[in-house]
């Protein structure tokens, strides 16, 4: 029996053919084969073309259960710039790719754990929109931690 | 950019340490929104690690023995290379069972979800009681009296404790085998009965006479699998040895496929079930042998296996023939069996073919899987809970010590169901905090002389695979000198329930009182407590206090039960119990 093929397509309208049984590890892609066989191409539109080559990348892998989690610990220490990071947690949360998206995660986490809150800010793309007066507060409330 | 989804913050965000997460309330106000918009959820945590009650006996020979001996809580370090029994001094939760237990033998029985089945046997009177704990809250209660209770040592008393799949009651069955009837009477043939507990019931149920002789695994009870409680069956001596269940949703009892043995084989030796990997196993140790049957599939005939055979050259550091029967409790990743042989605790490593004795435990102990998780639910009111003391260490100083992740760890269990969910968050963090601790430095003695009281301390433990370091960082430390506020008192740490801890102030022979605080955001509320618990369901947080009426006139005086739920404001009074 040949191996089936599917074909996933990025924002960019990149396509990238995986094999069905590796990339039913997804379990949104498997609904949907489960659905309707997805014979067409499977369109990703929020995952840009490099994170999605870094998503089949992870999912071609070829480990023995018992070193799969070294595996991608080792996958997300490799890419270790935030943004890559934050971008592949995003599509393997969209994929519904759980390991995947734990280490990631993770990983942010590590990072930003030693952070001041500029940089926090900065890492996670947000807003700084409280008043000196309420950072105040909190400094207070919480003296200890500072 | 476009905004990273909430659920990807919440999920970076969990796994920050708090003092991280302290910051970051700091960032935006989404991000305080989604730390500080937080009540506690209380389901239950599923990713609890692997562990094991211990029990250590009492030395003395077991037919004079007063002393119902300790209960420990070790934690299995389980992975596929090797593993590790952790039973750091500073961690440890040993239940002193004495002050409550008297003059009393305690058995395990079983656990199921975080909470266990003990049995109580008095010397003098003969009788017998069962409770159900969870240690890890401490909390316990006495099931009331059954119908039929030993009166000598003839009896046998076969229990089974479990859950039923379809209602989510708990339930504990008891047959009794015994010549005599509670009223005196001589009864032949034997009462051969039946009668079922359902927490929160108040009573016990009969169920009849029971269809057969049971035996239970070691002699006291059935292992809980699948919503069944299962026993082999005594039965006579011609035929193979039968296996029999009892179903907790149907409550019938009935016949069980049992492994293919022949029946003389079957007679000898010892015969024994347990649950290991989720199978239900069949255990036999004969003289020069141990078998170990596997029922892959649970209820399917076919499938039992003979999965491990233990013979005379793999051990020598056994005696053989052998005269106690093993009793597997647990099997680890590395492929290792743990198992109770001789009142000690070995592991039987099925690659090498070798039988190590773990001689990290006193010996003379029984043992238990255990994983922590159960809460005692609130519907069991009317049953008796107390908190069972921990084991008292050093002697001017009392130092005690508790967990405090591990007990909030007990609220989260399926986040699946609460996603989007203000408490989704405070659940995540929870389970992925590292473990610390919550000592407190308190100076016993004298109430009429005024002196320091002592200190709270909180410690971060930065666990390793390889190691493990206790920080106690003066910069990070969240020191609470508790003299202040408690002047010219006296002060005990009560308990801790996710972040909460409890205090009791004595501040005289006459009063007393309750603090309640928060020892991150050093928040403080008095009440009076004895007992402080969170139920799961309506996540109420709940105090109780035992204490001496004093319009009582008969001498001891009548005790008095009050319990407060956090934010109502006022009491409630609880009817009186029996025994404190």
């Known amino acids: 029996m040949s191996k089936k093929t599917l074909t996933l397509m990025s924002k960019d309208k990149q396509l990238f053919n995986i094999e069905e049984h590796l990339a039913v590890q997804s379990v949104t892609i498997r609904n949907m084969v489960k659905e309707d066989g997805a014979s067409s191409v499977i369109p990703l539109p929020r995952v840009d073309s490099e994170t999605l080559a870094l998503v089949i990348e992870y999912l071609n892998r070829q480990q023995a259960p018992e070193e799969d989690e070294d595996y991608v610990k080792k996958f997300v220490d490799e890419r270790g710039e935030i943004p890559t990071l934050l971008e592949l947690a995003q599509a393997a949360l969209d994929l519904d790719i759980k390991k995947l998206m734990d280490a990631a995660c993770m990983k942010v986490a590590d990072l930003i754990k030693d952070f001041t809150l500029e940089e926090v800010r900065e890492a996670l793309r947000i807003e700084n929109d409280r008043t000196p007066e309420e950072e105040k507060a909190i400094r207070d409330e919480f003296q200890w931690a500072f | ?580």
């Open chain 2, 1 to 580: 950019m476009e905004d990273l989804p909430a659920e990807l913050t919440i999920d970076i965000l969990s796994r920050l340490p708090i003092k991280t997460i302290i910051h970051c309330k700091r960032v935006c106000k989404k991000w305080r929104n989604l730390v500080l918009d937080s009540s506690f959820v209380d389901l239950h945590l599923s990713r609890s690690p692997t562990g094991l009650i211990i029990h250590i006996k009492p030395e003395r020979s077991v037919y004079d023995c007063t002393d119902p001996g300790i209960l420990k809580w070790v934690e299995i370090e389980d992975k596929v290379n090797h593993h590790h029994l952790h039973h750091d001094p500073l961690m440890r939760l040993d239940l002193d069972l004495t002050p409550i237990l008297q003059n009393s033998m305690i058995f395990l029985m079983d656990s199921v979800n975080g909470l266990i089945c003990l049995c109580q046997y008095f010397v003098t009177p003969k009788e017998d009681n069962t409770y159900i704990c969870n240690p890890i809250t401490r909390e316990y209660m006495i099931l009331p009296s059954q119908r039929y209770y030993r009166e000598s040592s003839s009896e046998v008393i076969v229990y089974g404790f479990g859950v039923s799949s379809r209602t989510g009651e708990y339930k504990v069955i008891r047959t009794f085998r015994g010549d005599v009837l509670p009223d005196g009477n001589k009864s032949y043939p034997t009462v051969v009965e039946a009668e079922a507990y359902t927490l929160g019931t108040g009573q016990w149920r009969s169920l009849g006479r029971v269809p057969y002789l049971l035996n239970g695994s070691h002699g006291f009870y059935g292992p809980f699998l699948n919503g069944h409680c299962h026993w082999i069956i005594h039965d006579n001596e011609n035929s193979p040895r039968k296996l029999c269940t009892f179903d907790l949703d149907k409550d019938t009892f009935q016949l069980f496929p049992s492994p293919p043995e022949s029946a003389q084989v079957n007679w000898f030796g010892y015969h024994g079930l347990a649950v290991l990997k989720g199978c239900l196993c069949k255990i036999n140790t004969y003289d020069f042998e141990v078998m170990i049957w596997v029922m892959k599939e649970y209820g399917i005939k076919k499938s039992w296996h003979k999965e491990v055979v233990i013979t005379q050259e793999i051990s020598v550091d056994i005696e053989w023939p052998l005269c106690d029967a093993m009793s597997p409790i647990e099997v680890l990743k590395d492929g290792s069996i743990l198992m109770v042989f001789e009142d000690k605790l070995w592991a039987f490593h099925p690659r090498s073919e070798t039988m190590e004795d773990i001689k990290k435990f006193d010996p003379d102990l029984s043992a238990m899987a255990y994983r922590p998780g159960g809460c005692l639910p609130n519907a069991y009111a009317q049953s008796l809970r107390l908190h069972l003391p921990y084991q008292d260490c050093g002697k001017n100083e009392r130092i005690e010590i508790k967990c405090l992740t591990d007990a909030g760890k007990r609220v989260n269990s399926d986040l699946k169901t609460q996603k989007q969910t203000p408490p989704y968050f405070v659940n995540l963090h929870l389970s992925r905090s590292p473990p610390s601790l919550i000592i407190s430095r308190l100076t016993g003695g004298d109430l009429s002389n005024p002196r320091k009281l002592g200190i709270l301390e909180w410690v971060e433990i930065d666990e390793k695979l390889d190691r493990h370091h206790l920080h106690h960082d003066p910069v990070m430390s969240l020191d609470l000198n508790i003299s202040s506020i408690l002047r010219n008192s006296k002060v005990s740490l009560l308990g801790l329930v996710i972040g909460l801890i409890c205090l009791s102030q004595l501040v005289g022979p006459e009063g007393d009182n309750t603090c309640m605080c928060n020892p991150i955001t050093r928040k403080d509320d008095s009440r009076m407590v004895c007992g402080f618990g969170i139920v799961p369901m309506i996540g109420e947080y709940k105090l109780k206090r035992t204490f001496e009426d004093s319009n009582s006139t008969s001498r001891p005086r009548q005790l008095k039960v009050e319990v407060y739920i956090l934010g109502t404001g006022h009491g409630e009074d609880w009817p009186c119990p029996l025994l404190v």
